[in-house]
């Protein structure tokens, strides 16, 4: 298995991909790949800051730690 992307990793490819899309000499085919890979990428970090969301803490008045965001 390779090594997991983080999220920053898939931020800076999002920012490239961007970029490329952003530019006056893409033909059509290459913007459909580089839109393509962009909402895959974009797909990705949704993903990734969602398990980041379930897994941070808050501490309670009493002082316990507790998921913030229950149920999710």
């Known amino acids: 298995m390779g090594k997991e992307i983080?999220?920053?990793?898939n931020f800076a490819k999002l920012e490239e991909t961007i970029a490329r899309l952003e530019a006056e000499d893409i033909s059509l085919?290459?913007?459909?790949?580089a839109y393509s890979?962009?909402?895959?990428?974009?797909?990705?970090?949704?993903e990734q800051i969602d398990q980041v969301e379930?897994?941070?803490?808050?501490?309670s008045e009493n002082g316990d730690l507790q998921e913030a965001f229950p149920g999710q």
């Open 6 to 9: 983080t999220l920053e990793e």
């Open 37 to 46: 890979k962009g909402m895959e990428l974009l797909k990705n970090c949704n």
């Open 29 to 33: 085919e290459e913007a459909f790949a």
């Open 54 to 59: 379930k897994k941070v803490l808050v501490l």
